[in-house]
């Protein structure tokens, strides 16, 4: 069965640092994977999501995330934290492979930026 | 921009009573999914639906759970006698690419 891992529920960061949150995949098939933010209140934005091709993949506000299939992971980075970063984000992983399926979470981190 | 809506934002009721939780899905959408996040753990899925049947749900959704789409814009989610370890916040999504999510109804049964 598919799971995803999300390395620390809680990672903190002063504002300008770089912004790194990992996330491990388990997998018989290459998944799709996906990033989500859930702002205070809010439901869960799509930040970014690997399919197929290029395993760089670019998202909003800045975040990026690499697709490593040797590694099994598909870790969050941006360069330089902003205030406004503060949130939690989520891993994701869609089941059969395919489109219509379920999405699997990981349990989530929360990011604090420092000023 | 177009977004996935849920009413209410929050939901107090008591063990044993009738809760239906309200989405309207993103209007050109196909796939509709219901997923929950109990306090301080993942979120998991329920189910999802497609071409007004149920195409998956997880071992969570039991009996006591269903969905429908009423009306062709509504798509719901009842629970019939609601559990204390029913209190959790629940997502609707939406699907022709890419999930949607809306931003969450919090259940708590008291």
């Known amino acids: 069965a598919q799971s995803v891992t999300q390395l620390g529920s809680h990672v903190s960061v002063s504002e300008g640092a770089l912004v790194l949150l990992r996330c491990n995949y388990s997998?018989?098939?290459?998944?799709?994977l996906f990033w989500y933010v859930q702002y205070p209140n809010q439901g869960l934005q799509l930040l970014l999501k690997?399919?197929?091709?290029?395993?760089l993949v670019k998202g909003i506000n800045g975040f990026e995330a690499e697709f490593k299939k040797s590694e099994t992971s598909f870790h969050l980075t941006k360069p330089s934290a902003h205030m406004s970063d503060a949130a939690e984000y989520f891993c994701?992983?869609?089941?059969?492979?395919?489109?219509?399926?379920?999405?699997?979470f990981g349990k989530g981190t929360k990011l604090s930026v420092k000023p | 921009e177009p977004e996935v809506t849920q009413t209410p934002s929050h939901q107090v009721t008591q063990m044993g009573q009738e809760v239906i939780l309200r989405c309207v899905p993103i209007?050109?959408?196909?796939?509709f999914y219901w997923y929950r996040q109990i306090l301080g753990q993942k979120v998991e899925f329920l189910v999802s639906?497609?071409?007004?049947?149920?195409?998956?749900k997880s071992e969570i959704f039991d009996d006591q759970f269903s969905v429908e789409r009423p009306d062709g814009s509504n798509f719901t989610l009842k629970i019939r006698s609601t559990k204390l370890e029913d209190s959790a916040m629940y997502f609707c999504?939406?699907?022709?690419?890419?999930?949607?999510f809306g931003p969450g109804t919090r259940l708590t049964v008291t």
């Open positions: 690997y399919t197929t091709g290029a395993t």
């Open positions: 999504a939406s699907m022709t690419y890419e999930q949607y």
């Open positions: 997998s018989s098939v290459p998944p799709y």
């Open positions: 639906f497609y071409n007004n049947e149920i195409s998956e």
């Open positions: 209007s050109n959408h196909l796939y």
């Open positions: 994701a992983a869609l089941s059969h492979g395919g489109s219509q399926g379920n999405l699997i």
